[in-house]
């Protein structure tokens, strides 16, 4: 093993710890709300862990089943009939996501602006807040991990908040506030160089306050107690046997079907956009600033679909919840992904009974926190400072992504980050110099580096507007290329300026 991987472990087991105890209930959530098994959700984050945060070329990444793909698996596993040819599915998407890394299409993770993307991770941190409050007021019906504004259930995001305030459990607000408090001490300057507050994570102690006091409310107040619906409901296999029957095998005999193929073309593209959208996010997030190779990114997210859908998991990604909580807990390399893993193995195997007096509230004060972090009011005013350019597109991806979905909100606020980059292109596409002689006017354009079709629109603007009787000179000397469409302009303008009585000159364009 590296001797930097192992010199960085001091962080990275705390840091590990605590992203398995935010992923644990989102596993289950996730594979609840997409009709599957629910150990089929234990199996991707285990896969996520373990395998591709070791092939992975990202340090602080972390893969799990993804919220944004529970509404296609729930769809598919009922279109295909069965669970079985869903995983065969699965595979496949995997092979293709293999298949998009060696042909190095992670490039396009390079055109994602800056601006959409600091908006999806402000928009993720508010959902995180919005989200998590029911469960931290006791309110546990909607499961962990939805981050759609509409649900299944037929309510909404707000809709949820009122049902949380009316129906609130005292003993889960106690929790919370208890668990909340605890994160925060963690948190204070002087007690973080405090070498017990660097190797026990806030977050673990605050999930065991959370299991003493439940217990406590069970032998004292039995009023108060959190019964099962409002804890980590983790499957538990009474056998060796019972557990490995909680594995399934792919449907090999649906090779023929069509649908098949649809599916996993549907599920490779989405997941490996949202891998993209996330690794491009996990890195603005990285204090280190380091940068991820795309491509081998999609070659391990392949690798670990492929195993999943040989061993009965869900398709998974790179996960934005997950990465931020390891990033916000000081991991330092992929060993806490690693870590985070073997944790979810272990621990299922061993240790199920004690996983499921876990209370989804104190879960809910460790990503209160973290959604907190991701949405600072300082990040919308760095923002808001860059100006209209950079702020409406945060902005608007933040708004779209609360009221949608994380794709369709990124689609709107790419869209509206485009329409920016176009106009930008539109305006300023040459340098343009204006004089007045005795003939009248003298005028050089001077042609920008690239001139593309993008500029076409502003170059007819200002052709046309040129008076008759001028001196124009058309300089495309310092363009290293000009396409075709902009040359076509100006060549028909060079017909146009003898009826205008324009002398034109056409400089190094051919």
Known sequence: MNRKLISNLKSDIPSGLVVFLVALPLCLGIALASGAPLFSGIITGIIGGIVVGYLSGSSVSVSGPAAGL??????????????????????????????????????????????????????????????????????DSDFEGDYYFMQQDGENTFSELINAINFFQPGAIIITVVALGIMLLWERPALKKKTLFKIIPGGLVAVIAGILLNLFYESFLPHMFLSETHLVTLPVASSATEFIGQFSLPDFSAFMNPQVYVVAVTIAIIASIETLLCIEATDKLDPYKRITPTNRELQAQGVGNVICGLIGGLPMTSVIVRSSANIDAGAKSKMSAIVHGILLLTTVVILPHVLNLIPLAALAAILLVVGYKLAKVSLFKEMYLLGSRQFIPFVVTVVAILFTDLLTGIGIGMAVSIFYILRNNYKSPYHFESETNGRGKKIKIKLAEEVTFINKGSVLLTLRSIPENSDVV????????IDYDVKELLYNFRDTAKHKNIKLELKEIH
């Not at 908006?119 to 029911?134: C, R």
């Not at 058309?474 to 290329?481: A, H, Q, T």
């Open 70 to 139: 529970t509404v296609i698996v729930l769809s598919a596993i009922d279109s295909l009939g069965s669970y079985q040819t869903f995983l065969l599915a699965v595979l496949f998407a995997g092979i293709i996501q293999l298949l998009l890394g060696f042909v190095r299409a992670g490039i396009i993770s390079h055109y994602f602006p800056s601006s959409v993307i600091k908006g999806m991770l402000a928009a993720i941190g508010l959902i995180l807040i919005l989200k998590q409050i029911p469960h931290a007021l006791g309110w």
């Open 474 to 481: 058309i300089d495309g000397s310092g363009s290293k290329n």
